[in-house]
């Protein structure tokens, strides 16, 4: 006699009742974990920049300008402290007028990864608006805020034909113009993180008269030709032919699919297949930015880019070179002789001729930086600092961000934000620098 529905199974079929069961009550603990874990699921939820500012109680605008060669970029601004939205800034003769700065983003990232902290004393912009500054942020072209142009469509190999080189030439001093405009003032703070800070020096070596428009340049972990991968496979395939990853992403953009993981993943796992993959690429440990962090600012992370961008870092860091793109690269053999070096020449940017004072502040556990080629390339008034523990982004959200970073930050702002600088002054601050261990504390961090 058959027990009714137990008997009707055979033992394959029971194993898999049972597996079926235990996966669902294995998500239902997930959930719960994930639930309770101290994270404010409003950031790792919140759709834009407006809404991750609204978080906070800030107020954001979005604006939209047009570069000469036909992108639409998105722009952010916080010009208001809380309780103060009413108040008109630098906007004309009765505005109140604020110093303004400006903030650029890294790779594959955009506007949001500034403002997506689970405190808000950690989150720079924040902290800058409330020191009375006129905060703008800016974005690259094909990022989330700006996937547009007037003359082809994301959809086209065109729209995605372009590389480090139109980020320099185009998207930061447009950006830089149109912010000046906006505001009726005569020149900006300019606080890059990661390729932020190389876009940053690429376009002030070629652009005269952004070293006017920028009073200080302040650049968090600074990129400007890495040395190279750390995982020793992966680096040499592409040091050997960066070309190969148009092989491997097309294109277009470059991991496109990473939106579709985050959404199917749970947040703890997406946040371990974030470390573990910045583990594998660049030996991060990522110790210093707290699980909570991650949980709320991994989503935020990624955003579109090009894979020629990326083409073209890997033609810098296997050059050693941080030079312009190459559109006629050749095959290792041959760029090792002297045959193929006399008729073929990839510019480099200049930027020992940028004027504007450059304040640097790296990690000492940064991979990516290597301070002494990278102040090589700079004018010798660069002012340097390390902050021995840190990796790459703890820049932007590590536990003590605000106790390492900010002071350095304030000190350059209060130095270097007056109408006009002087080279003696320039050199009076690099001497004080080089004196302290630590930042001045001039806003009271």
Request: proline residues 5%; contains cysteine; aromatic residues 12%.
């Amino acid at each position: 006699m058959t027990v009714p529905l137990i008997g009707r199974l055979n033992i394959t079929e029971y194993v898999a009742l049972v597996g079926s069961f235990l996966l669902v009550g294995l998500e239902a603990f997930i959930r719960v974990f994930t639930l309770a874990l101290p994270i404010s699921t409003s950031i790792r939820n919140a759709s834009d920049f407006v809404e991750l500012c609204a978080t906070f109680g800030y107020t954001a605008e979005e604006h939209v300008m047009q570069t000469k060669d036909g992108y639409l970029l998105g722009l952010h601004r916080l010009a208001w402290r809380k309780g103060e939205e009413d108040t008109k800034v630098n906007g004309g003769p009765k505005s109140v007028k604020k110093r303004v700065v400006y903030l650029h983003h890294g790779l594959l990232m955009n506007s949001e990864v500034w403002v997506c902290l689970t405190d808000e004393q950690r989150a720079l912009p924040f902290v800058l608006v409330e020191k009375g500054f006129d905060v703008w942020l800016g974005n690259n072209r094909g990022n989330k805020y700006s996937k547009k142009s007037i003359h082809s469509s994301p959809t086209s190999p065109e729209f995605w034909n372009f590389s480090i080189d139109e980020f320099a030439f185009h998207d930061i001093p447009d950006s830089i113009g149109y912010v000046l405009e906006t505001t009726g003032q005569a020149s900006l703070s300019y606080i890059g993180f990661s390729q932020g800070t190389a876009q940053a020096f690429a376009s002030l070596a070629v652009h005269p008269k952004l070293n006017d428009q920028v009073n200080v340049f302040i650049a968090l972990a600074p990129a400007m030709s890495p040395a190279g991968l750390s995982n020793g496979i992966v680096d040499a395939l592409v040091k050997a032919s960066p070309q190969v990853l148009f092989l491997l992403f097309g294109r277009r953009s470059i991991l496109s699919s990473a939106a579709m993981w985050e959404s199917l993943l749970y947040p703890p796992l997406f946040t371990k297949v974030i470390d573990l993959g910045l583990s594998f690429l660049f030996a991060w440990r990522t110790k210093n930015i707290d699980t909570s962090q991650k949980l709320a600012a991994y989503p935020h992370l990624y955003s579109f880019t090009s894979t020629k961008s990326v083409v073209h870092w890997f033609q810098i860091i296997r050059t050693k070179s941080f030079q312009m793109y190459d559109d006629d690269p050749h095959p290792p053999f041959l760029l090792t002789t002297s045959r193929s070096r006399k008729y073929t020449k990839v510019a480099r940017y200049p930027t020992r001729n940028i004027r504007t004072p450059i304040v640097l502040v790296y990690g000492g556990s940064d991979s990516l930086v290597d301070i002494r080629a990278m102040l090589r390339e700079l004018p010798p008034q660069t002012v340097a600092t390390e902050i021995p523990h840190y990796e790459h982004l703890d820049f932007l959200w590590a536990r003590d961000v605000a106790d390492h970073v900010f002071p350095h930050v304030a000190d350059a702002l209060e130095s270097f934000t007056g109408a006009e600088h002087t080279r003696e002054e320039y050199e009076r601050y690099r001497i004080v620098r080089q004196h302290s261990r630590a930042a001045a504390a001039c806003w009271g961090i």
